[in-house]
Every structure is written in structure tokens, then in C-alpha cells.
């Protein structure tokens, strides 16, 4: 791993050009480079005339690289003056000072041997302008269509990396988010045959290229908020017991260290990508976006992820952590069931022992959630006081770390709690916004205009959000539970009716009555039936950024209809407050594209729903 050249983006080179329009095409996909291969035993050479057609087909700014092995001077002198190359790039036995005679950039290409020093390469080509390492196969130089083993590559190399060998759109995603490299050079993995390029399989390279690069800042991108303290502007912040201080501060050193670690950050992705099965989609509802008769609406598929829901995201980042800080136990709180899961999930995936806290009023409504996580191997525990929901679930959970802090870690389900919880859930879940971000431009070309999520503690909706804070031109609405309707008071809307007090352990806006004490909430969907947020969004409504709303019970529930019969998708309860109030602002807004946070799917809640319109099962 590279960890001394940690780069805002991994370019792409694409080698072995022997036609025009690949190379066209290849630029058109965001190809940074591409290879021109000058060595008449390749079968991807080219002649004169070959990278003269080439060279002129290309647009500006886009790098050529000329290949050579073991090559007379005179010859590299000669292609020189006849095609405009930009950088050389050497794949024998050429010495430095053979490198540096034609006044050109070049990159030193190291075939990884057994045994072989790369600290000792790199240093003795100390003007290469980047080290790139390939596969070894004897006879053959370059072009493999080997994998090397990249654990050979050194933490500190001192000189940018370009990854070669045995690259295709199944592998370049691991490649980036394990080795972190300045560049990639993929040549045959994007073939039909040698030297004829697949639209298809470029198409398929640059699209992982670029969720890589989503992926592998989720955590290493940071916020100017919160500060030092955990503040944003006057909420989050520490309210905890005396207890419960040391292991904070524990868990905010560990995650300020792990955070920008090489091999947690590798661990951590490529879980995403091969247990959670990241990517998930951008979905383009066509049919539902005709029928409401104005703005294009996409969704972001986080029911696809396992377990069917966005909290695995967060519970497989801080499974990791757990492990590196040496618990072997781990506790959750969960209301609509999806984080208990997730959490029993990651649970059995490390082998830790699991208890997980629901109200029991959740666990009646979601009792196919509790079944799985029994299944899963997680302890279940009833919690009978108060609302016996989300917010009493969380209380518990908070008295059972006080009292096992040594061998447990608390799984916190959302951006709320203490600090380090809402920054460290909220890096976690960033990895949803990163994603759209590039998937949309793929898509349409451009950034969305609107952004919807539901809210409830608030981490899908922040995990989209984040990433697109600083882009002033797209609006935010994070839909909250109205449940009844607001004027009633049976609802979950904090940041709509609520004022700011001390709850779970940080200072947010919360349901309250006029002494201070905390009101039951209503919601048909149980993730959003909590009566405080997150404060990050305690702080983003009032500086103005996002504009949180609210949808009922009933609005909830025909966009839950909607959405499964016109597009074959059933949203999550918490979903469909989204859905439902993107019913309400797309009508008319025929030139804008909306993106909604599709935060987990409806199975869940099927028999809710069912029980709500009298359905027997």
C-alpha cells in the first residue's frame, strides 16, 4: 500500500492502442492516458502511420504514453519526430542514464520477479517520473494478463504508482481501494482481442475507476464540523456519565487513527464491495417520473445492499474498529429492525457476541427482523419501559456499555450520541453521496438538482447529503415523520416541532413538552419513530443548508403503494416518506433531476402495512 502517495483520484492509462477510435473512445470515457506500444514483438504494436492516425483523432488533454523494450536510441529518436508523444515508457532493461537522453518524462516499468527489491528500483531510477509494476511472465514484456501479488508492493515506495497486470472492470476496484495507486494501466482487460479495445469492458474499467475513488475517501475525506469537541455550531457535543468518558475518548483515538490507516481502509472497502455488495445502484425510475409529469427521478438503491438497508455500512466500519481495539463483544439498539440486523450481521461475519436492544412495542412489527437476528446468533432484549420503542431501545444500550466497557463496543445506529458517534457514523455512510455523485454525471452528465432522504436519527440522509454540501446549486429535504398529522402532536418531527435539550448524549433538537421532558412519538415507520436527530442536522437546518419537511402516516403509505406497482420496488416504510414527498415538489419541474435515498426495503413492513388496512396474512 501506498501510503505515502495518497492521491485525490487514481488516473487511468489505457495501453496497447491500435485504432483510432478506441482511443477516442477511451478518451471520451475519462481516460487520463493512453499506450502506444513501439516493440514489434507485441501483438499490439503499432507502425508510424498507426500512432500518427491516432495522436491526430485525440482530443486535447489527453496524455500519450510511447512504449519501448530494450530500443536503439535512434529508433526512439526517430518515432520521436514523427509522433507527438508526451511521456516514454520503458519495459526492459534500460539503464538511467539511457532513460534520460531523450529529454522526454518517462516511467520505468518493473516486471515483479520473485525476490525482487523495489525500494532498490525505485531509488535507482530517481527521475522516473512514476514506477510501474507488472506482472513477470517469462519471455513476455508486458501484457500479460497476469495478476501479480500486490502484498509485495512496499508501504513506502517514495515514487507514484502505476498498477499493471492482469487488470479488468472485476479487479481494478480492489486494486484501487487496497493499493491506493497514483495510476492504473490496464491494456488486454478491456479487449475483444489483442489490440482491438471493447466498448463494453472500457465502458465497465472507467465506471469501477470511478467507484473506487467514491468508496476509498468515504473516510479519509473530512468535514471542517464538528470541532475538537464534537460540536457542530452549538449541538452534538459529550453528555455522558463520569463511566462512560475514558472509553470515548478510547473509541475517538482509535477511529482518528484507524480512519487514515492503510490497511483498515482496505479491510474496510473491500468488505463493501464483496460482503455488502457495493456499488449500489442509481436507478432511473422512468415510469414513475413520466406519470408525476415533471422532473427525472432516481433512485439510490441502498435496499440492495445486504441485509436490505444502508445500516450495513456503518455496522461493517465499526465491526472493524471493534476488532482492532480488541472487543470481542458488541451492542446495538435497533427500532425498525434493519440496524439489528446489520449489526447481528457483521456480528457473525467476526465472530463476536452480539446483544441487541429493541422496544417492545418494534419488536411486534417487526418481527420478521427480530427472527433474522435470532437467526443471526444476536441476543434480543425486550425493552418494556417508556415508549418501549427506538428512543428506550437506546437507553438501555447506554446502561449496558456503562457497565461492560472492557470486552464491549456500542454499534450506534445513527448520526446522534456522543463523540465521536455522529462524525464517525456519518464518514461511514458517506461512502451513499460519494457514490451518486459520480453515478449521476455517468448517467446524465450533471449534478442533480434535489436531493430527498427520510430522516429519523438521520444517517441514510446524511450519508447522501455529506458529499454534496458544498455544492450550493443542489437542494437538500430530509423528510421527517409527521405520523397523524403535526397539529396533533402524535409525531416524529423534532426538527420541525421540537426545540434543542440534551438527550442519548448529545444537544440536538428534540420532542419535548414545556418542562423540559421528552414526548412519545408516533410513526407507522419504526427507524423514524425517535423523538431528537442528529445534531449535524440540528446545525444544517438552522444555518439553512437543508430544508427538513414532514409526510403522514397516509402520505407515507400511498407513496408505498405507488412505488411498488408502478416501478416493481417496495420501499422501506422510511423510504416512502421520502417517495412521498418527492410526489409533492416533482409535478412541474420538468428540467430537473431529483435523486432519493431508497434507504431499505419495504419486506419488512409488509405486515404492517397489511394489519394498517385491515389485511389478514
Known amino acids: 500500500m501506498n501510503k505515502n502517495q495518497r492521491v485525490s483520484r487514481t488516473r487511468v492509462k489505457i495501453c ?59 529508433l526512439v529518436h526517430n518515432i520521436l519526430a514523427q ?52 506482472s513477470y511472465v517469462k519471455g513476455i514484456k508486458g501484457g500479460t494478463g497476469v495478476v501479480f501479488n500486490w502484498q509485495k508492493i512496499p508501504s513506502h515506495l517514495g515514487k507514484s504508482l502505476i498498477v499493471a497486470g492482469g487488470l ?18 490496464v491494456s488486454g482487460g478491456v479487449e475483444s482481442a489483442k489490440g482491438i479495445k471493447n466498448a463494453d469492458k472500457m465502458t465497465a474499467f472507467m465506471r469501477e475507476v470511478s467507484m473506487s475513488i467514491a468508496q476509498l475517501f468515504t473516510i479519509t475525506d473530512s468535514h471542517n464540523l464538528p470541532d475538537e469537541n464534537g460540536h457542530f455550531g452549538p449541538y452534538g457535543g459529550i453528555f455522558v456519565p463520569e463511566t462512560l468518558m475514558q472509553p470515548l475518548e478510547e473509541l475517538r483515538q482509535a477511529y482518528e487513527h484507524y480512519r487514515n490507516d492503510s490497511a483498515f481502509l482496505a479491510e474496510f472497502h473491500d468488505d463493501l464491495h464483496h460482503f455488502v455488495g457495493r456499488p449500489s445502484p442509481l436507478y432511473h425510475a422512468a415510469r414513475w417520473s413520466q406519470q408525476l409529469g415533471g422532473a427525472q427521478i432516481y433512485l439510490k438503491r441502498e435496499d440492495l445492499n445486504h441485509t436490505g438497508a444502508h445500516k450495513i455500512n456503518n455496522t461493517v466500519g465499526q465491526a472493524l474498529l471493534a476488532k482492532r481495539m ?68 437506546l ?61 429519523g436519527g438521520g444517517s441514510n440522509a446524511i450519508g447522501l447529503f455529506s458529499p454534496f454540501l458544498d455544492d450550493k446549486n443542489v437542494a437538500m429535504y430530509g423528510v421527517e415523520a409527521a405520523g397523524e398529522g403535526l397539529e396533533t402532536g402524535r409525531h416524529a ?49 438552522d444555518v439553512g443548508r437543508v430544508e427538513y419537511v414532514a409526510v403522514t402516516d397516509s402520505e407515507a403509505l400511498d407513496a408505498f403503494h405507488d412505488l411498488t406497482r408502478i416501478e416493481g420496488i417496495i420501499p422501506a416504510l422510511e423510504s416512502s416518506h421520502a417517495v412521498a414527498y418527492c410526489k409533492k415538489i416533482a409535478e412541474g419541474r420538468k428540467d430537473k433531476i431529483i435523486v432519493i435515498n431508497l434507504s431499505g426495503r419495504g419486506d419488512k413492513d409488509i405486515h404492517t402495512v397489511a394489519t394498517h388496512e385491515g389485511i389478514s396474512i
Open 493 to 541: 418531527a423534532p426538527l420541525n416541532c421540537g426545540k434543542p435539550g440534551v438527550l442519548h448524549g448529545n444537544r440536538t433538537y428534540l420532542m419535548t413538552d414545556e418542562n423540559g421532558q421528552i414526548l412519545e412519538t408516533h410513526s407507522i415507520s419504526a427507524g423514524l419513530d425517535y423523538p431528537g436527530v442528529g445534531p449535524e442536522h440540528a446545525c444544517l437546518k
Open 83 to 134: 509522433v507527438p508523444l508526451d511521456m516514454l515508457q520503458f519495459h526492459g532493461e534500460e539503464p538511467p542514464d539511457y532513460c534520460l537522453c531523450f529529454d522526454k518524462p518517462y516511467i520505468k516499468a518493473l516486471r515483479m520477479r520473485p525476490n525482487v527489491d523495489v525500494q532498490a528500483f525505485a531509488k535507482h531510477y530517481e527521475h522516473a517520473k512514476a514506477l510501474l509494476l507488472d
Open 395 to 455: 437507553n438501555e444500550a447506554m446502561r449496558d456499555w456503562v457497565t461492560h466497557v472492557d470486552n464491549t463496543f456500542y454499534i450506534i445506529g445513527t448520526v446522534a450520541g456522543p463523540h465521536p458517534y455522529p462524525a464517525m457514523v456519518r464518514d461511514f455512510q458517506a461512502v451513499i453521496g460519494r457514490e451518486t455523485r459520480q453515478q449521476i454525471k455517468t448517467q446524465t452528465g450533471r449534478s442533480p438538482d434535489i436531493l430527498i432522504a427520510c430522516v
Open 168 to 185: 479488468t472492470p472485476d479487479n481494478v476496484n480492489q486494486a484501487i481501494t487496497t493499493l491506493h495507486p497514483y495510476a492504473v494501466d
Open 326 to 393: 480488541g472487543k470481542t463483544r458488541v451492542i446495538a439498539e435497533t427500532g425498525a429492525g434493519q440496524h439489528g440486523v446489520a449489526t447481528a450481521t457483521v456480528a457473525a461475519r467476526f465472530g463476536m457476541e452480539c446483544v441487541v436492544y429493541m422496544g417492545a412495542k418494534d419488536i411486534k412489527r417487526q418481527a420478521i427482523n427480530v427472527y433474522r437476528m435470532r437467526l443471526l446468533g444476536a441476543e434480543v432484549r425486550a425493552v418494556n419501559s417508556g415508549s418501549k420503542t427506538l428512543k428506550d431501545a
Open 16 to 74: 496497447g492502442m491500435t485504432r483510432p477510435q478506441d482511443a477516442v473512445l477511451a478518451a471520451k470515457l475519462g481516460a487520463d492516458a493512453i499506450g502506444l506500444v513501439f516493440y514489434e514483438k507485441s501483438p499490439r504494436a503499432v507502425t508510424v502511420e498507426q500512432a500518427q492516425a491516432i495522436t491526430q483523432a485525440l482530443p486535447a488533454f489527453v496524455t500519450v504514453v510511447g512504449l519501448f523494450v530494450n530500443a536503439e536510441p535512434t
